[in-house]
């Protein structure tokens, strides 16, 4: 990835929150996401923000 580009995870952590989603990192590594009870990964949060229509598949 070079500077230019940014970061998938990044970026689907903005739109959730400018959404109105709450969204916490979990644990000291950042991997980890919590919404509500539920946990997430990096991958499965950018999955999430997709399937609202926050990011679209030209965004990763």
Partial sequence: ???DEADP???ALAALKAAGIAVEPVGEGMDRWRIGDLLFSDAELVRIAMSRGLMEEGDV
């Fill in 9 to 11: 995870v990044l970026e």
């Fill in 1 to 3: 990835m070079s500077a």
